[in-house]
């Protein structure tokens, strides 16, 4: 598979990265739903054999359990991928969520993640969301010294504006930012995306698809069948008005898709993966059968033409 440079690192990534927040299952605030950890164990093996060579997960997902199941999959993986994980959420025993960058917090949490992961060191260690802000700072200066205590090899954010970047870059190179973008959610194009070109920041997009918008399956019918411990019942965009939007979106790219034999997901990986500043795209999985049908995605090369009529559909969406 594809890989790219990430930013200012030694870090090449495939185009493709695995990600874990579904993973988590659906017994805390941002659940997905019931899962069944053989099948997460099983598909993230199967991402490693078919060439995938990084996931990406965070201490928040499942409250720790997320961590865990990479941790569990990974021991039994012949080639072992690259591991990023994010600090700055943490909970109680009632579950309740809390941020948290502190510097005892976020040093409690790496040695937290470490045992989960069962690893000695941290890949790619970022802070998960800029908040509280005043403390950006303290937990950049703490990673900047794990990484010299060896705990972690690089450092990232995710979810952070381009004057939230330009602190962190005084205190420490930022070695990547992790957004989301996709057809849908395109705001970092304007200023995000040509700072961290100018800065070589690496970008790791995550939610290409939507959280299952731009995928085949999104209908009405799917929506209405969704768990209620799937946090996407709250979503605006799985609500009324942007519903009929996004569920008209659909239609128009399957026609699209159906050009490259693709299916809308594909087609939606590959218009991010277009954009030459982003390195890698995480897409969440929690079955093998998904993910071999995801990583064609890679060999999709949309025609230019496509590309400015995807761009119609979604101006005129917007």
Same mark, same amino acid.
């Given at each position: 598979?594809?890989?790219? $440079?990430?930013?200012?690192? /030694?870090?090449?990534?495939?185009?493709?990265? %695995?990600?874990?927040?579904?993973?988590?299952?659906?017994?805390?605030?941002?659940?997905?739903?019931?899962?069944?950890?053989?099948?997460?164990?099983?598909?993230?093996?199967?991402? =490693?054999?078919? @060439?995938?060579?990084?996931?990406?997960?965070?201490?928040?997902?499942?409250?720790?359990?997320?961590? $865990?199941?990479?941790?569990?999959? =990974?021991?039994? #993986?012949?080639?072992?991928?690259?591991?990023?994980?994010? #600090? @700055?959420?943490?909970?109680?025993?009632?579950?309740?969520?809390?941020?948290?960058? $502190?510097?005892?917090?976020?040093?409690?949490?790496?040695?937290?993640?470490?045992?989960?992961?069962?690893?000695?060191?941290?890949?790619?260690?970022?802070?998960?969301?800029?908040?509280?802000?005043?403390?950006? /700072?303290?937990?950049?200066?703490?990673?900047?010294?794990?990484?010299?205590? @060896?705990?972690?090899?690089?450092?990232?954010?995710?979810?952070?504006?381009?004057?939230?970047?330009?602190?962190?870059? *005084?205190?420490?190179?930022?070695?990547?930012?992790?957004?989301?973008?996709?057809?849908? $959610?395109?705001?970092? /194009?304007?200023?995000?995306?040509?700072? #961290?070109?100018?800065?070589?920041? @690496?970008?790791?997009?995550?939610?290409?698809?939507?959280?299952?918008?731009?995928?085949?399956? %999104?209908?009405?019918?799917?929506?209405?069948?969704?768990?209620?411990?799937?946090?996407?019942?709250?979503?605006?965009? %799985?609500?009324?008005?942007?519903?009929?939007?996004?569920?008209?979106?659909?239609?128009?790219? *399957?026609?699209?898709?159906?050009?490259?034999?693709?299916?809308?997901?594909?087609?939606?990986?590959?218009?991010?993966?277009?954009?030459?500043?982003?390195?890698?795209?995480? =897409?969440?999985?929690?079955?093998?059968?998904?993910?071999?049908?995801?990583?064609?995605?890679?060999?999709?090369?949309?025609?230019?033409?496509?590309?400015?009529?995807?761009?119609?559909?979604?101006?005129?969406?917007?």
């Amino acid at each position: 598979m594809q890989t790219r $440079k990430l930013g200012n690192s /030694e870090l090449n990534l495939t185009v493709i990265g %695995f990600g874990t927040w579904a993973i988590g299952g659906g017994d805390w605030a941002y659940g997905w739903g019931a899962q069944d950890d053989k099948q997460s164990v099983a598909a993230i093996q199967k991402a =490693v054999e078919l @060439g995938i060579n990084w996931i990406d997960t965070a201490a928040i997902y499942g409250l720790g359990h997320a961590e $865990k199941i990479v941790g569990e999959a =990974v021991r039994a #993986c012949s080639t072992k991928p690259l591991i990023a994980t994010k #600090c @700055g959420l943490t909970w109680n025993s009632k579950k309740k969520i809390k941020p948290r960058l $502190k510097k005892e917090s976020v040093t409690a949490e790496v040695e937290d993640s470490l045992k989960r992961l069962d690893l000695d060191t941290i890949d790619l260690y970022q802070i998960h969301w800029p908040n509280p802000e005043p403390e950006i /700072e303290e937990a950049w200066e703490t990673i900047a010294r794990l990484i010299e205590q @060896g705990k972690i090899r690089y450092a990232g954010v995710s979810n952070f504006n381009v004057e939230q970047l330009k602190r962190a870059q *005084k205190i420490h190179p930022v070695t990547s930012l992790q957004p989301p973008y996709s057809m849908i $959610k395109r705001k970092i /194009e304007k200023e995000v995306l040509p700072y #961290c070109s100018e800065q070589n920041i @690496g970008i790791v997009a995550y939610s290409p698809m939507q959280k299952g918008i731009l995928t085949d399956k %999104f209908t009405r019918e799917f929506v209405d069948h969704l768990p209620s411990d799937d946090h996407r019942v709250y979503d605006n965009e %799985f609500k009324e008005p942007r519903l009929s939007l996004n569920i008209h979106l659909v239609e128009q790219l *399957k026609n699209i898709a159906k050009n490259y034999e693709a299916s809308v997901a594909q087609l939606a990986l590959a218009w991010v993966l277009v954009h030459p500043e982003i390195t890698s795209a995480i =897409v969440g999985t929690r079955k093998p059968e998904q993910i071999e049908d995801t990583v064609k995605a890679e060999e999709l090369k949309i025609s230019p033409e496509d590309l400015k009529q995807i761009d119609a559909f979604l101006n005129k969406k917007a």
